[in-house]
């Protein structure tokens, strides 16, 4: 289970930190995620690369996600039954909001 | 048949005790379960295969990690919730565990012991008095033990009394016993840390990162400076603005002055007159790096032209070439700001602290009633002291209004 504090400190979560663990549906390296990213949402994001080692770093010591390789300095990143919770309950929170997003979007069309 | 055997340092040198369960395999004795808080490893009999072992630590894995079971390269034999045990039948296989949780665990051990120890020297060297006693008392306890007790005139009846007789003896053993296990502890992490570094992908070498067709060799570097190609430009604490370097780089590639080699320490830029070009720079600050970072950031197109000589607290000057838009390091306002943040901190942290001491030593000096204010003797030491507080208080100052100039630039977007 993920902590109170983690929890808190996540969600709701920056558009980045989402995509980001959005991205290791399967184990990715940080280049990989920072590729996958930019072709998922057609270059509407391109993470910066000082972000990405940041954000993973600071997932890593709170254990959303692990280490699935690192033989040739190429960190290999998996997510953590932990990561696993917290992004289901990210994909709950914004599922919510596209359904609101949906029913409120006519009346601001003019 | 069943097997346990008792292996109680085998996580200072876990690669070791992997080889280990290897070849107790190879003998015929599969792993079955390592009892963690006892020590114990308990095998059961099986037919000899080659077959490796990998124990892994991480905290809260809860299992063994459903990915490395399938495709049925790895087979699980065991977990509890923070280590868990795999074999596989394969020599290289695609993708094993890293060893970082063991080599972050260890380092923190080597650090207290470490600390410990340097408290046992110390106090040893303190008081030669009491390492000579101890000494004595190991001759003395190196055999002679029953004749000593025989020749007592008073034999220890009570509880008490036998208590107090052999912890007399006792006592230096034990003490000599957790020293003996703290050096081992200290020297054997020593050695073993060093290979699962190395395990876990890092080296110090990081000749890897340089961008070794922009940048010039030392060689090429001092034939051009002879033929007057090269321009040197020297800044004196630049550090501690790194926006405004930042800027100054991009102007001066803008104007077609490419940088092609920074000085060891930082100070120095070199620039060959070239083409413009447009270039994004960006100094980086970090409070520890590791090769991943040095990777990353190079796949991402960045190229590296300094980084500090020491892994912690570095600063990187990384340059990246572009064409229209002008890539960014740090890609959103969240990141740009914490990174802003955490250099502005360290620095100012570290300075004001000495800032305080040589004002309070400047205070001293001026009102000591020991000391003649108007002395001229005085004099010297009050203004070196004054220009050195005023320099580090102005490098504090410096840092922080970064970090301000950094937020401001988010305002205004």
């Known amino acids: ?110 | 048949m069943n097997k346990t055997v008792f292996r109680p340092f085998w996580s200072y040198d876990v690669v070791k005790t992997e080889e280990w369960l290897s070849q107790m395999h190879a003998d015929g004795y599969a792993l079955l379960r390592i009892h963690f808080a006892a020590r114990l490893f308990y095998f059961e009999q099986t037919v000899p295969a080659a077959v490796f072992y990998r124990i892994v630590l991480e905290k809260k894995s809860n299992g063994v990690p459903s990915i490395y079971l399938e495709n049925n390269i790895y087979a699980a034999v065991c977990s509890t919730s923070n280590y868990y045990v795999i074999r596989t039948e394969e020599t290289e296989p695609e993708a094993a565990p890293s060893y970082n949780g063991f080599l972050s665990r260890n380092k923190k051990i080597k650090f207290v012991v470490g600390i410990i120890l340097l408290f046992v020297v110390m106090l040893l060297g303190m008081n030669l008095m009491i390492l000579i006693t101890l000494a004595g008392a190991l001759l003395f306890s190196g055999g002679t033990e029953t004749v000593f007790f025989s020749d007592l005139a008073h034999t220890p009846q009570t509880p008490i009394e036998v208590f107090n007789a052999v912890m007399t003896f006792a006592f230096p053993v034990i003490v000599l016993l957790t020293i003996t296990w703290l050096c081992y502890t200290y020297f054997k992490l020593r050695i073993t840390n060093r290979q699962l570094e190395k395990l876990c992908g890092d080296t110090l070498d990081l000749s890897f990162t340089l961008p070794k067709d922009t940048l010039l060799s030392h060689a090429e570097m001092k034939k051009m400076s002879k033929n007057n190609k090269v321009i040197k430009k020297s800044k004196i604490a630049w550090i501690y603005a790194p926006d405004k370097v930042e800027i100054w780089l991009e102007k001066m590639e803008g104007r077609g002055y490419h940088l092609v080699r920074m000085s060891k320490l930082g100070n120095s830029f070199y620039f060959i007159s070239s083409e413009p070009r447009k270039m994004k720079f960006h100094v980086d600050y970090q409070n520890s790096t590791d090769p991943s970072y040095y990777n990353l950031n190079k796949e991402s197109g960045w190229k590296l032209f300094f980084t500090s000589i020491s892994r912690t607290q570095s600063n990187n000057v990384w340059g990246n070439e572009y064409t229209d838009e002008p890539p960014m390091f740090y890609s959103d306002k969240e990141s740009t700001l914490k990174h802003a943040r955490r250099f502005a901190l360290t620095y100012s942290l570290s300075f004001l602290p000495l800032c305080a001491m040589y004002i309070f030593a400047m205070g001293k000096f001026y009102f000591a009633d020991f000391f003649m204010p108007q002395n001229p003797i005085f004099i010297g030491p009050f203004i070196i002291y004054a220009v050195v507080c005023i320099e580090l208080g102005s490098f504090a100052v410096r840092t922080i209004l970064y970090y301000f100039r950094v937020k401001k630039s988010f305002a205004e977007k």
């Open chain 1, 1 to 110: 289970m993920i902590s109170e504090k983690v929890r808190k400190a996540y969600i709701p979560m920056s558009e980045t930190a989402y995509y980001i663990l959005l991205s290791l549906s399967e184990p990715r390296h940080g280049y990989g995620i920072i590729k996958f990213v930019e072709e998922l949402t057609e270059n509407r994001i391109i993470l910066g690369s000082g972000t990405v080692y940041g954000t993973l770093a600071k997932m890593y010591k709170d254990k959303l996600i692990s280490i699935y390789d690192d033989k040739d300095r190429k960190t290999i990143y998996r997510i953590t039954g932990d990561g696993r919770q917290l992004i289901l309950l990210e994909i709950e929170r914004v599922k919510k909001v596209y359904v609101n997003t949906l029913t409120q979007e006519g009346y601001f069309h003019e």
